[in-house]
Structures are given as structure tokens and as C-alpha cells.
């Protein structure tokens, strides 16, 4: 009878523990993508109920064409980014790691810092420096491209373009858990390696990269989310154009829902973000595990 | 915290004055900036001293459409403001949505105005099934300034320094020539690499044919594709003949006519305070005037919008009783003052101000005045108007497509598949 009294009041005491998250869980995350999914089968505006329509914006959506565009943007934008940002940022964290004590932290600093400013901050920096008429970054672009280019209104500019500028903003974070993986490599192995000869190739090739292998496929995997969810760059850097070369899924859920007031068709197109970043990340962290078995 | 603020409120009042106790506060939401703004502001300030017993509190919100989200969702929540500005050219979707109000005709009668006081124009934009559902405060258009000096020499200035000669497309592109061959670079300058400036350009000269942009919720039907087309080509033959700068931004564009690097500039009313702060502190170096656009492509008319008044509908909480007599009050005392709000550039949508001695001796306000009876508004649906997807349209396709990135008949294509599916 005691076991039993204690082990309800150890339930009692853990459920009490778990409550704030799961509350603020079920309230602020839960609810919205129930209601999220359920709008996308009506027609509601933007602020309101409206009548259920079944699949007819699902229907719809196979045959926006802006909608076809926006998923091939999100694709392409995530074939620019992801990958390059975690070689790059494995690269500066293999650099870094070599530095020693004060040095090391001042470049870790500067590195980190982008990631600390607000986007608006990051574009309207870059909006200056590239600018088409003032920027500092025009002659090293008419160095590669012979004339200045207006990168934010040029269809094949765009997207390379916000990709640099959101690599330049947010590798400071991958740089630190790089930094942080190799920090966990034990020192022993390193020295067993030396002993038996290897060469500084063979010690990353078989120590320094299995070791943090786990560590990349969290980058790859971060990364992967976060690109996928790409707005606010695109939105104040080129919004959307020119002739729709960076529309992306959330420029299309925020203008269908906020200027056309379709609530229930732009929470069709959130619905299906929010399956497909649960689907390709769920996908590409096993794929990563299965590589790493 | 609003029981709060009540309460602190209460007795604030109740320890200042007691006759202060029928005050009526007046919430305002605005979206004025810049000039506007700062002339708006001092509308505010002006009638808040001239009446005790209302009292405005303003609050400026960020232009487009975070505004009108804004408004949107505070309004169906009861939180809106009493009084806010609004863009006719926005009214379309403002009531798809429910958010506006109907001004009633009592409600005019309490402010001390009648519709007839109104250009006809802004009071058909803001009318909807004979339902006036905004008071129009202004006219704003996009009209032609011009730089006296850079065209001194040439045939375009009569002999008291004033444009002459320009009433066609070929007079004004002789103008710019003159100007290239002259040394000028950029002779003609408008906001090139921006959603406004372009779709303000665009549409003057598709009016100018007589063309519509959307008739019979079509996106360009008919022959109207053509005019588009002419419109758009017209424009990139500015831009390849080396007119027009590439891509310029809303303040380059600007920057390029008050340093006299462009004698011409397309813009709006809007920037004439800039033009007239900078000759009154001598920094702008030349004498300069504007007049309407001439009609280049054939008849008169010029894009225009309207900044308006609006109370929000916001179900059992829009205002009413006295509290709404006081906001019409407001209103009316706006419109009365609108002279002010002149020396911002704008045309007043009151007759009475517009058409007094004051009004006429102004520079080059005046001038341009004439527009208000060429002033073509956005076509009234959810596409089009401020922010809306005509705005994206016009940097996202005729942008590029003056820039040479694409024909100006795919341009148009594009256009109208672009916004067809959105016109429902």
C-alpha cells in the first residue's frame, strides 16, 4: 500500500515538473497546428470561421503556378545553402580550433557575431554594400561579372545573393558546435595516431571526422529546418521577385493570408510546410544515422 | 493593465479639473511619415489646442501592409483606434474585409461637411453602393517636376523660366535627347527598382490611352494588353536609351534630381515640401517647378490616391453617441485646416480649400492642381491599390521587363496571370 501511495505521489510530483512544458506545449504549439490544419479545409478569411471546402485548396494548390515556383525556390535554396554553410562552417572551426587561448576566443567572437544581429539589421547592411547605384561590393562584382549587377533584381543574382547573405549571418552558431564537437574528441586519440605515424590527413580522415560525424548530421539537419523556413531575407531583400525567382512557401503563406486575406488557402500552403519540414528532416536525420551505422 | 490605465486615467482627471470629466479621448492611428508626418502632427497638435474637451492621441504605425493588418486584426478584436487614415485606393478590400464603417449622412452633418463639398473623384473611391464609407482628405498624384536650369537653352522654357512646349510623347522625348546630348546623363528619373514608382509611371501611361486595367474582373482584356504593352515598351525605350537611371531605389531616384543630375523627375505631390525645404535653406542650386503630366500617350490623366479618414467597424464596439460626434468633429476640423496639409504637397479633397486665394498663391501647388480633374484611381478590386498584388506585380514583372529582362508582351502575360486567379 506504501509502494503504491509513493509511487502515485512520485507521478503526482513528476506530472507537476512536466506541466509547464506540456501546457505551454498543448496551448502555444498543439493547438495552432490543429487549428492551422483544420482552417486549411475551409474558406475562411483571414480573421473568422468559413465554410469547410474539403480538399478544394489542396486541389489549388497543384495548379498555382506560384505555388510550383515557391517549392522549387524553397528546393533550390536549400541545395545553396545547407551543404555549403556546414562545410564552410566545419572549415572555420578547424581553423579556430588550432588557435590557442585569448586569440581563440577573439576570432570564436568575431565569427559568432553576425548571429547575434536582427535580420533587418543583416539586409539592410547588405542592401547598402550591394546597392546597384552606391554599393562598396559593386566593383568586386563587376570583377566577376564585367558591369555592376543589381543582385537583388536579377533573376540569377537573387538566390545566390540571400544565400551568402544568410551563410554570412548564421554560421557563427555552426561554427560553435563544431567548435564544440572537437572540444569532446579526446586528446588520447590524437596522440596514440601521432605515435603510430599518421599523418595529419589520416588523423582527421579516421579520427577528427568519425567522431564528429554526429555533429555534422545535427548542422545538416539544423540547417535543413531552418532554411527550409527562409522569409524574412527574401521578404525585405527582393520580395519575392524578379518575375517570382525567390518567392518562397512562407512569402506565399504570409501574402496570401495578410494582403489577400485567405486564411484557410494560405493555411493550406502552411499545412504543407509544416509536413514536408517534419517529413525531410525526420528522412534526412535517419538517412545520416544509417550512414554513420 | 487597461483597468488600470482606466483607473490612473480617472483619477489624473479627477484631480486636474472636473469640468474635464466630459472630455472625449480620441484614439488615431496614422501611417504618415516623413513630411506627412510631420505636418500631420502638427494638425493634431493644432486642434487638440483649439479644443479642451477632445483630446487626440496619435499614434503613427509602419506604412503598407503591416498597417493594414494591423488594423485588420485589432479591429476584430475591439481594439482598434477611433479615427485612422486609409488609402482609398485600399477601400475595396477594407470592406471585403468588414473593417470600415459607414459614414452616414448624419455623420457628415455633424462634422459641418457634405459630399458635394468633394472632387468627385476621391468621393467616387471612397462610395460603395452608395455608401460613402471614408472621408477623402486629399488628392495625391505623380506629377512632373523639372529642373529650369539644366533645360535653360533649350525650346522647353517659356521666357519666365517655366516648361513650355511638351503635350506629346515625341516633345518630351525630344526634351530628354536635348538633355543627353547636353551632358545631362540621367535626364529623366523615377523610382525605378520599386514596386510605387513604377506602378505609378505604368499607369498614367496605360490611362493615357484610355486603357483599363482590370474591366469586367479581367486583368487587362482586350485591347487593353496592347496599351499595356505600349506602356511598358515605352518605358524600357527610356531605360535603353540611357533616360532613365537603372534600378534606382525610392531615395536615389529622389537624390538624383535634387543634386541636378536629372532634370526631370516623375513622382509624387509628396516630395514638393522636400523640393521647397531645400530652396528655402539654399541648398538645392537651381530653380525648379512642376506641372501635370502632359498627356504623352494621348489624353489627360494621371495615376492618383487618396488618403482618407475611416472609422473603424468593429461590431458592437465601433464608436457611437457622442464619442463618434467627437471623431466627426475631428474630421471636419481636418478638412477645414486642410491648407496645412497643402503645404505637404497634397491636393485637398475639400473644395472650399482648394479653391481659396490661399490655396491658389501657392507654388507650385497651384500649378498642378489641374490634375484633380484627370486623376485616375485604381481600378476598385482586392489586387489592386496600395500594397497590394498590382504593387508586386510592378516590381516583380515591369520592373525587370523595363530593364530588358523580358518583352513587354510577356511582361503583360505575366501580369495578367499573375493577378486573374487573385481577382476572387
Known amino acids: 500500500m506504501a509502494m503504491i501511495e509513493n509511487r502515485r505521489k512520485k507521478s503526482l510530483i513528476a506530472l507537476s515538473m512536466v506541466a509547464p512544458f506540456v501546457i505551454t506545449f498543448t496551448l502555444f504549439f498543439l493547438y495552432p497546428v490543429v487549428e492551422m490544419v483544420r482552417l486549411s479545409f475551409t474558406d475562411a478569411p483571414l480573421i473568422g470561421p468559413g465554410n469547410w471546402v474539403g480538399f478544394d485548396n489542396y486541389v489549388k494548390l497543384i495548379t498555382d503556378r506560384l505555388f510550383i515556383t515557391s517549392l522549387k525556390n524553397n528546393g533550390y535554396f536549400i541545395l545553396l545553402t545547407v551543404v555549403p554553410t556546414t562545410i564552410i562552417a566545419l572549415m572555420i572551426a578547424l581553423a579556430v580550433n588550432r588557435l590557442k587561448g585569448g586569440m581563440q576566443a577573439l576570432v570564436m567572437t568575431l565569427f559568432f557575431l553576425p548571429y547575434v544581429l536582427p535580420v533587418s539589421v543583416v539586409t539592410e547592411i547588405w542592401a547598402w554594400m550591394l546597392d546597384f547605384q552606391f554599393g562598396v561590393l559593386q566593383p568586386l562584382i563587376s570583377l566577376i561579372s564585367g558591369k555592376p549587377v543589381a543582385v537583388f533584381k536579377n533573376p540569377y543574382w537573387v538566390m545566390p545573393t540571400v544565400a551568402v547573405v544568410t551563410i554570412w549571418w548564421t554560421n557563427g552558431f555552426n561554427v560553435l558546435l563544431f567548435i564544440a564537437g572537437l572540444r569532446n574528441i579526446p586528446k588520447e586519440l590524437y596522440e596514440a595516431a601521432a605515435l603510430d605515424g599518421a599523418t595529419s590527413f589520416q588523423r582527421f580522415r579516421r579520427v577528427t571526422w568519425p567522431l564528429l560525424w554526429p555533429v555534422t548530421a545535427l548542422v545538416l539537419t539544423l540547417q535543413l529546418i531552418l532554411q527550409l523556413k527562409i522569409f524574412d531575407q527574401i521578404y525585405l531583400l527582393s520580395q519575392g521577385g524578379p518575375f517570382n525567382s525567390s518567392y518562397v512557401l512562407l512569402l506565399k503563406v504570409y501574402r496570401e493570408a495578410f494582403q489577400l486575406n485567405h486564411g484557410g488557402y494560405s493555411s493550406a500552403v502552411a499545412t504543407v510546410l509544416f509536413v514536408l519540414i517534419a517529413g525531410v528532416s525526420v528522412l534526412q536525420f535517419q538517412l545520416l544515422r544509417i550512414r554513420r551505422g | ?424
Open chain 2, 1 to 424: 493593465m487597461k483597468y488600470l490605465k482606466t483607473l490612473l486615467m480617472t483619477s489624473v482627471i479627477g484631480l486636474t479639473a472636473l469640468p474635464a470629466l466630459a472630455q472625449q479621448n480620441i484614439v488615431w492611428w496614422d501611417f504618415l511619415s516623413g513630411g506627412d508626418g510631420v505636418r500631420m502632427k502638427a494638425l493634431i497638435d493644432g486642434f487638440n489646442k483649439e479644443h479642451p474637451d477632445i483630446q487626440i492621441s496619435g499614434t503613427t504605425l509602419e506604412w503598407g501592409v503591416p498597417f493594414y493588418t494591423k488594423v485588420r486584426t485589432s479591429v476584430a478584436v475591439g481594439e482598434g483606434p477611433d479615427v485612422m487614415t486609409y488609402h482609398l485606393s485600399r477601400a475595396p478590400l477594407g470592406l471585403e474585409e468588414g473593417v470600415l464603417s459607414e459614414i452616414t449622412d448624419e455623420d457628415m452633418k455633424n462634422a459641418g461637411l457634405s459630399r458635394g463639398d468633394f472632387f468627385e473623384a476621391p468621393i467616387k473611391a471612397a462610395t460603395y453602393d452608395g455608401k460613402l464609407y471614408a472621408v477623402p482628405f486629399d488628392i495625391h498624384a505623380i506629377i512632373l517636376y523639372y529642373n529650369a536650369d539644366a533645360l535653360k537653352g533649350s525650346p522647353y522654357l517659356d521666357d519666365n523660366g517655366k516648361l513650355t512646349g511638351i503635350k506629346t510623347l515625341a516633345d518630351f522625348e525630344g526634351a530628354l535627347k536635348w538633355l543627353k546630348d547636353n551632358g545631362m546623363e540621367t535626364p529623366l528619373t523615377y523610382q525605378t527598382g520599386g514596386d510605387g514608382g513604377v506602378w505609378r509611371v505604368f499607369y498614367t501611361l496605360l490611362k493615357q490611352q484610355g486603357g483599363e486595367f482590370i474591366a469586367d474582373g479581367q486583368v487587362l482584356p482586350g485591347d487593353n494588353a496592347a496599351k499595356a504593352a505600349k506602356a511598358i515598351q515605352t518605358m524600357t525605350h527610356w531605360q535603353e536609351e540611357g533616360w532613365a537611371p537603372q534600378q534606382a531605389e525610392y531615395e536615389a531616384s529622389v537624390a538624383l534630381f535634387s543634386s541636378g543630375k536629372s532634370a526631370f523627375q516623375l513622382n509624387g505631390v509628396w516630395e514638393v515640401p522636400t523640393f521647397n525645404d531645400l530652396e528655402a535653406s539654399g541648398k538645392l542650386g537651381f530653380k525648379w517647378g512642376a506641372v501635370e503630366i502632359p498627356p504623352l500617350m494621348g489624353q489627360p490623366a494621371t495615376w492618383a490616391d487618396s488618403h482618407a479618414f475611416a472609422i473603424p467597424n468593429q461590431g458592437d464596439k465601433t464608436i457611437s453617441g457622442e464619442k463618434r460626434k467627437a471623431v466627426m468633429e475631428v474630421i471636419g476640423w481636418m478638412e477645414k485646416h486642410a491648407i496645412k496639409w497643402a503645404s505637404a504637397g497634397h491636393i485637398p479633397a475639400y473644395k472650399p480649400v482648394t479653391e481659396s486665394d490661399e490655396y491658389k498663391g501657392m507654388e507650385p501647388n497651384a500649378t498642378y492642381a489641374s490634375l484633380a480633374a484627370h486623376a485616375a484611381y485604381d481600378p476598385q478590386t482586392r489586387v489592386t491599390g496600395v500594397a497590394s498584388p498590382a504593387y508586386d506585380a510592378a516590381i516583380n514583372i515591369i520592373s525587370p521587363a523595363i530593364h530588358g529582362y523580358m518583352s513587354p508582351e510577356d511582361a503583360v502575360t505575366q501580369i495578367q496571370e499573375e493577378l486573374q486567379g487573385q481577382l476572387k
